[in-house]
């Protein structure tokens, strides 16, 4: 439901503005002005004049000659209530309302904005369940003014939505700005929503020194925060500031350019928010050469693993006085393309601790790839192993076994059962990099991830795509919740009897009123000491995005309010081929266990 920009010359990664007209007669004389003058990328055009008659008063489309598909918003007049209690307003209401979307089909406009101004609007969702039906695609927004009370003008949304059926990722949400700027806790709300545009009024600018409109600060600050969620905007109203109504859009363009810049991790993940991955599965399945590619793009994990392989090198390898320093025996197992390879030897010039390195690899195709490797004299000390880590028979013990089989749930990708078979390679004294790890959850509200594991298709993901786990880059969510620490595990593991599955009940205390629709996932490794790799949000190491974080999701999303609890089990089955999870809402309203016998998703311990 974003309007296209490709007819303005700008890129989609530009604020999209656009202009809301109140009167059909305004756009016959500047149709083109706003489009090819004041670059504004989108307008909002009235399909019919707003009246006290309710009468149809149509927009005459046959004179004008621009691509309506692409940049223009049919908008359905503010007074239509279908859902008047007055029968005669509501009958002329229901006859406006599908004679202004029929038109909407017809000129081919590219979204219908109606105006969700009354908190009963039964008859309003079964008519726009008709057009959405029908349209072939064509979206829906809703505009919702942001009034004083943020959880009346919520529930008027959330309700509507839950009387809407089916189609719901047809439908987008407006939201109008006021005197009142929401707080950043109100705003997350509505981000987690299907929030694709801001409207706002020329009223809420005020003029500078030199007379040009610009917004609040508290207002600079929301427009700024919103263009990370590729929210549009769309400025409706007169020019009050007789700067031209393109002074308004450049303002708003002027915000964009000045925003904070886009982090490393931000920037690397543009085009992936919300968009739902299959988790890798590395030991069933060999990677290809892109996956390990992107991987190796990181400029901070590969930077902690070397440090880490330092730190023991110096611990381990330095000689005692008067003597030669203790050469080391290193096993990278999983040693994919190298690069855990190349972060070793470089620590082992640092520290000068010889080193012998043995890189253990299952994948004939990255085989082909070390081997070219190790022909360049940087790399004499290594030698390359044909093996699964679990089978391998090594002439000598390692002082240090290296990995990186660690998935966006920390043991997603097997990384326990792999390094328990793979620990009869070290010495008693042998240490592990990483040595442990943590997964967490946390309960997060988020329509669009609802709205895109409903539109999966089972055969794509298995028998049910509400129980499988995603890997998701999350951006249109609210944590309801801290994160909590969910399944740990560590390594070397010397207990009697080695049992990776794991049960645990967890708490959360909701903060707002909202729907609870799944689980984030997130983990944290420490490699050594105090060298740590982590996804958790108030932890994430800077600039790290090998990893995106998990989804959980809910079959059936569980309305929360305000201090309500909120109780979740997680469990992690392990059988004699495979390895899954399971999860299960117990409050504030039991639900089905997800997944139960790995029926979607599941992890396979062997190729």
């Known amino acids: 439901a974003v309007v296209s920009t490709q007819s303005t010359g700008r890129s989609m990664s530009d604020p999209v503005c656009g202009l809301e007209y109140s009167s059909i007669s305004h756009i016959e004389k500047d149709q083109l002005e706003i489009f090819t003058n004041q670059k504004f990328a989108f307008a909002a055009v009235p399909l019919s004049e707003e009246n006290d008659k309710l009468e149809f008063q149509p927009l005459e489309m046959y004179n004008y000659n621009f691509e309506w598909g692409s940049k223009v918003i049919g908008v359905v007049p503010g007074n239509v209530h279908v859902d008047s209690k007055d029968p005669e307003i509501q009958s002329k209401s229901v006859a406006l309302f599908k004679k202004t979307l029929k038109l909407a089909c017809y000129i081919g406009v590219n979204t219908v904005l109606v105006d969700l101004n009354s908190d009963r609007n039964l008859n309003l969702a079964r008519l726009c369940s008709y057009h959405l039906h029908e349209s072939m695609g064509r979206p829906m927004w809703f505009r919702i003014v942001a009034g004083t009370n943020s959880d009346k003008d919520w529930n008027r949304w959330n309700n509507f939505l839950t009387l809407l059926p089916g189609n719901q990722n047809k439908v987008g949400l407006v939201l109008e700005l006021c005197d009142v700027v929401p707080s950043e806790e109100e705003m997350n709300r509505w981000y987690s929503e299907v929030l694709l545009a801001i409207s706002i009024s020329t009223k809420l600018f005020v003029a500078n020194k030199t007379g040009y409109p610009v917004l609040r600060r508290e207002f600079q600050h929301l427009i700024s925060q919103s263009f990370k969620n590729k929210v549009q905007i769309m400025i409706h109203g007169t020019d009050l500031h007789g700067m031209g109504m393109d002074s308004y859009q450049k303002y708003i363009y002027h915000l964009y350019e000045n925003k904070e810049p886009l982090s490393v991790y931000e920037e690397f993940s ?94 004939e195709s990255a085989l082909i790839i070390l081997r070219n490797l190790v022909k360049d004299p940087y790399f004499s000390e290594v030698t390359i192993i044909d093996s699964d880590m679990r089978d391998w ?103 009697d009897k080695i049992d990776n599955s794991r049960h645990l009940t967890l708490d959360f205390t909701v903060a707002t009123e909202t729907m609870l629709h799944g689980f984030a996932g997130y983990f944290d490794a420490r490699l050594y000491r105090d060298v740590y790799i982590s996804t958790h949000p108030d932890t994430h190491s800077k600039d790290m995005f090998s990893w995106f974080p998990m989804f959980f999701p809910l079959k059936q999303p569980v309305r929360v309010h305000s201090g309500d609890h909120v109780s979740v089990d997680f469990w992690r089955v392990v059988d004699q081929t495979k390895v899954w999870y399971e999860w299960a809402l117990s409050e504030p309203a039991p639900q089905a266990i997800h997944n139960s016998r790995g029926v979607s998703y599941w992890i396979g311990l062997f190729s």
């Open 270 to 363: 543009r085009g992936y928010e919300e968009f739902l991955q299959i988790p890798l599965q590395p030991l069933k399945d060999n990677l290809d050469n892109s996956t390990y590619e992107i991987f190796e793009k990181d400029p901070i994990k590969y930077k902690q693993y070397e440090e880490a392989v330092y730190q023991i090198l110096l611990d381990r390898g330095s000689p005692i006085p008067g003597g030669d320093p203790i050469r080391q025996v290193v096993m990278v197992v999983g040693a994919g393309r190298g690069p855990l390879v190349r972060s070793s030897l470089n620590a082992s010039r640092r520290s000068k601790i010889p080193v012998k390195v043995y890189a253990v690899e299952k994948n």
């Open 393 to 495: 028979t090594p002439p000598e013990k390692a002082d240090i076994l290296v990995s990186e089989l660690l998935g966006s749930f920390s043991d997603n990708e097997l990384s326990p059962e792999c390094l328990d078979g793979a620990q009869c390679l070290l010495k008693d004294d042998g240490l592990s990099v990483p040595c442990e790890y943590t997964s967490y959850l946390a309960p997060i509200s988020s329509r669009k991830l609802f709205n895109n594991v409903s539109s999966q298709t089972a055969d794509a993901v298995g028998e049910d795509p509400f129980h499988m786990g995603y890997v998701v880059r999350l951006q249109a969510v609210n944590v309801l919740d801290k994160v909590k620490p969910c399944f740990s595990f560590h390594h070397p593991n010397r207990g």
